[in-house]
């Protein structure tokens, strides 16, 4: 959708090095969300965002942390790479929250070995 | 704890061999419940929203309905191009969705 990028699409990382994960938007939402999808267990929120600055927790949100500065971009961190964080991640943005559903990027996939 | 389960997980149909999936849930109030397509390589992609119990909406080959526990997503005489992964959410809070695992259709020419 060219309303919301996620960079990189790919990558590979050593395990117990960090990585950022970056979301921008030009739709002016006020949501944005990010998520891992992995066999057997769909898509599972890690971070979301209702505002600059107003970040919370998702389902599965060790090991990550996010921040958004401003209103376009959201990003996200691994702090130290894990194998078990190999996933494909996905970014989401809402204009009314879940009143209208989410956009969602094209996903990033990330590698860790 | 909100819970969205779809089934079957996977579904091989030969083209124009009707179906359905199921999405059924478990929410403290209904605040809608949403339909997602997702090609392989790419985001979701929304397709329906259902907000009420004996609310349908269509789209092409696609038709969803709502009870007060599931909801289904009838495809009427697929076509290969409606082979991929829908998925179901229903809202868990004001701010996020929670998402089934998703069942994979493959339609056969």
């Known amino acids: 959708d060219a309303g919301i990028t996620q960079s990189p699409r790919h990558k590979v990382t050593e395990t117990g090095t960090p990585v950022t994960l970056r979301c921008h938007q030009t739709e002016n939402h006020r949501y944005m969300y990010w998520y891992r999808q992995d066999p057997g267990h769909g898509l599972r929120l890690i971070h979301y965002s209702y505002g600059v600055k107003d970040t919370d927790k998702g389902e599965v949100s060790d090991g990550y942390s996010v921040s958004r500065s401003k209103t376009e971009d959201f990003l996200l961190t691994l702090e130290s790479a894990t194998s078990s964080q190999t996933s494909v991640y996905f970014c989401a943005i809402s204009g009314s929250g879940t009143g209208a559903g989410y956009t969602f990027g094209s996903g990033t996939r990330l590698t860790v070995v | 704890e909100d819970q969205v389960t779809q089934s079957p997980e996977a579904l091989r149909l030969q083209e124009g061999e009707s179906s359905s999936l199921n999405c059924s849930y478990t929410?403290?109030?209904?605040?809608?419940l949403f339909w997602y397509r997702q090609d392989p390589g790419k985001g979701p992609e929304f397709l329906f929203t259902?907000?009420?119990a004996g609310e349908e909406k269509e789209k092409e080959r696609l038709k969803a309905t709502l009870t007060k526990k599931e909801s289904f997503l009838h495809i009427t005489a697929p076509k290969p191009e409606d082979s991929a992964t829908y998925l179901c959410a229903v809202p868990s809070n004001d701010y996020k969705l929670s998402f089934g695992a998703g069942t994979t259709v493959t339609v056969r020419a």
């Open positions: 259902l907000y009420s």
């Open positions: 929410v403290s109030g209904l605040r809608g």
